[in-house]
């Protein structure tokens, strides 16, 4: 059999699979795209738009407000006359998926139509058994969002949760001293959505950090406000800025006393002190909580770049190895660092790596990413999937994306005698939807589901 035939062969022996999809920004009760703002202008073909010379690079209105309608009209009548210069791209097909496949929508969009169109997206907005059917058709059981989008609980039955509050090694353009802020911006509060990124100026918190016993308090209000029976991991990003080291107390007093002019050093005190200190509290809950982090995406002033280097990776493995009681997950975002993160994983047993994150969701990385980790991990230490998506619509042309190339990865391993067609199958079952239970103790719908999506 070719390998053409192998691949299609594959794909639709993967469209019965069930998939759990470990991480999204969904919002409870509203899962379907607003408008055709949410489909048209998701934030990667935001990236492609600027690049191709479309004036604006920032996201609209982010959760939880929602764009206004002259906002999300002014953006995409910016936007149209670029879509043809991003035809070629993978995120501009994932727009086609969404359009033909959910709307049966095959036009160009223009000046003309988008009204038209907009209004279709817009008529199925709050329709909760459209957007169930749509998460059914791609046999996902379950989905992972932030907690702070749960809304009323109108979907718990649909999603489980992730907390997503203060980043604390996570860089933001021009500021040396995030680290401190995000934890300020905790202290006291119950858990809210994080800082966006390139947020720009900071609201005023509640309550400023001075001493050293002010990190330990607010470190300590934090791990003690997780509401750990409500969540399954808490979700973070690690920047490649950051010189993560020993900090000593007295190294981190002294620090604090230069916040007013804090640079480069400052911010890698700061960071790496708050870190050890709430990953050391953290462990004691271990038992409840998975530490995901993110890891390969630098701020720039709209979004990010793919960028890592090579001692973060020495870094993190040191500051995993000092952890065994806590487990840890990595979405990455740097195609080269995939082999070296494998390696990590393979040495050390609280490490796990879930998906294909931002710059690494393009076809050719996708690939990349999946051959190596099938060959170089156990099933059972990796996630296959995670959308990312904002609404189910792009849930959609992501798994849909991802189930065309890991057809094809395991079509090219039948065709060399590596696996068989069941050990292909029962390969991607086990990392589509068994390694989220086992990792991250995520949890199909119920037992009726499960017999289904079987």
């Given at each position: 059999?070719?390998?053409?035939?192998?691949?299609?062969?594959?794909?639709?022996?993967?469209?019965?699979?069930?998939?759990?999809?470990?991480?999204?920004?969904?919002?409870?009760?509203?899962?379907?795209?607003?408008g055709?703002?949410?489909?048209?202008l998701?934030?990667?073909?935001?990236?492609?738009?600027?690049?191709?010379?479309?004036?604006?690079?920032?996201?609209?209105?982010?959760?939880?407000?929602?764009?206004?309608?002259?906002?999300?009209?002014?953006?995409?009548?910016?936007?149209?006359?670029?879509?043809?210069?991003?035809?070629?791209?993978?995120?501009?097909?994932?727009?086609?998926?969404?359009?033909?496949?959910?709307?049966?929508?095959?036009?160009?969009?223009?000046?003309?139509?988008?009204?038209?169109?907009?209004?279709?997206?817009?008529?199925?907005?709050?329709?909760?058994?459209?957007?169930?059917?749509?998460?059914?058709?791609?046999?996902?059981?379950?989905?992972?969002?932030?907690?702070?989008?749960?809304?009323?609980?109108?979907?718990?039955?649909r999603?489980?949760?992730?907390?997503?509050?203060?980043?604390?090694?996570?860089?933001?353009?021009?500021?040396?001293?995030?680290?401190?802020?995000?934890?300020?911006?905790?202290?006291?509060?119950?858990?809210?959505?994080?800082?966006?990124?390139?947020?720009?100026?900071?609201?005023?918190?509640?309550?400023?950090?001075?001493?050293?016993?002010?990190?330990?308090?607010?470190?300590?209000?934090?791990?003690?406000?997780?509401?750990?029976?409500r969540?399954?991991?808490?979700?973070t990003?690690?920047?490649?800025?950051?010189?993560?080291?020993?900090?000593?107390?007295?190294?981190?007093?002294?620090?604090?006393g230069?916040?007013?002019?804090?640079?480069?050093?400052?911010?890698?005190?700061?960071?790496?002190?708050?870190?050890?200190?709430?990953?050391?509290?953290?462990?004691?809950?271990?038992?409840?909580?998975?530490?995901?982090?993110?890891?390969?995406?630098?701020?720039?002033?709209?979004?990010?770049?793919?960028?890592?280097?090579?001692?973060?990776?020495?870094?993190?493995?040191?500051?995993i190895?000092?952890?065994?009681?806590?487990?840890?997950?990595?979405?990455?975002?740097?195609?080269?660092?995939?082999?070296?993160?494998?390696?990590?994983?393979?040495?050390?047993?609280?490490?796990?790596?879930?998906?294909?994150?931002?710059?690494?969701?393009?076809?050719?990385?996708?690939?990349?990413?999946?051959?190596?980790?099938?060959?170089?991990?156990?099933a059972?230490?990796?996630?296959?999937?995670?959308?990312?998506?904002?609404?189910?619509?792009?849930?959609?042309?992501?798994s849909?994306?991802?189930?065309?190339?890991?057809?094809?990865?395991?079509?090219?391993?039948?065709?060399?005698?590596?696996?068989?067609?069941?050990?292909?199958?029962?390969?991607?079952?086990?990392?589509l939807?068994?390694?989220?239970?086992?990792?991250?103790?995520?949890?199909?719908?119920?037992?009726?589901?499960?017999?289904?999506?079987?």
């Open positions: 059999m070719s390998l053409e035939r192998h691949a299609l062969d594959m794909e639709h022996a993967l469209a019965e699979v069930p998939v759990l999809d470990v991480h999204t920004h969904l919002v409870g009760g509203k899962l379907s795209a607003r055709l703002h949410d489909v048209l998701y934030h990667m073909v935001v990236s492609d738009l600027y690049s191709a010379g479309c004036p604006s690079g920032s996201r609209l209105t982010q959760y939880p407000g929602w764009p206004a309608p002259d906002e999300a009209e002014a953006r995409i009548v910016e936007a149209i006359p670029h879509l043809s210069s991003i035809r070629n791209t993978s995120s501009s097909w994932g727009v086609r998926l969404v359009l033909q496949d959910l709307y049966d929508w095959r036009e160009p969009i223009t000046t003309e139509n988008w009204r038209r169109l907009d209004g279709q997206i817009r008529e199925r907005a709050d329709d909760r058994a459209w957007s169930h059917s749509v998460l059914d058709r791609l046999k996902i059981g379950r989905t992972g969002t932030e907690i702070a989008r749960r809304e009323k609980g109108e979907d718990d039955d999603l489980q949760y992730a907390l997503e509050w203060g980043f604390f090694t996570r860089c933001q353009w021009g500021e040396f001293d995030t680290a401190l802020y995000e934890l300020e911006r905790c202290w006291g509060r119950t858990p809210e959505s994080p800082s966006p990124i390139g947020s720009g100026g900071r609201a005023e918190p509640d309550r400023t950090i001075r001493t050293l016993s002010d990190v330990h308090d607010a470190i300590s209000h934090y791990v003690q406000a997780i509401p750990y029976d969540i399954l991991s808490t979700a990003h690690i920047s490649t800025d950051i010189r993560f080291r020993d900090v000593t107390e007295a190294e981190m007093e002294a620090a604090l230069r916040r007013p002019v804090a640079g480069s050093e400052e911010r890698d005190v700061y960071a790496s002190y708050i870190q050890e200190a709430f990953l050391t509290a953290l462990e004691r809950h271990g038992d409840r909580i998975v530490y995901q982090f993110s890891l390969g995406a630098e701020p720039l002033p709209f979004e990010t770049g793919a960028r890592l280097s090579q001692s973060t990776l020495s870094q993190l493995a040191e500051m190895g000092r952890h065994p009681g806590l487990k840890f997950q990595c979405f990455l975002a740097s195609r080269h660092a995939n082999h070296s993160l494998c390696t990590l994983a393979r040495e050390l047993p609280n490490l796990s790596l879930a998906g294909y994150w931002w710059h690494n969701f393009f076809p050719d990385a996708i690939a990349q990413v999946i051959r190596e980790r099938l060959d170089m991990l156990p059972n230490k990796q996630i296959g999937f995670f959308s990312d998506a904002y609404c189910v619509e792009w849930t959609y042309a992501k849909m994306i991802v189930r065309k190339i890991l057809a094809r990865v395991l079509a090219e391993k039948m065709e060399v005698g590596q696996y068989s067609h069941s050990d292909a199958v029962s390969v991607a079952r086990s990392i939807f068994e390694s989220p239970q086992s990792l991250l103790r995520m949890t199909p719908r119920d037992a009726a589901t499960v017999e289904l999506l079987h």
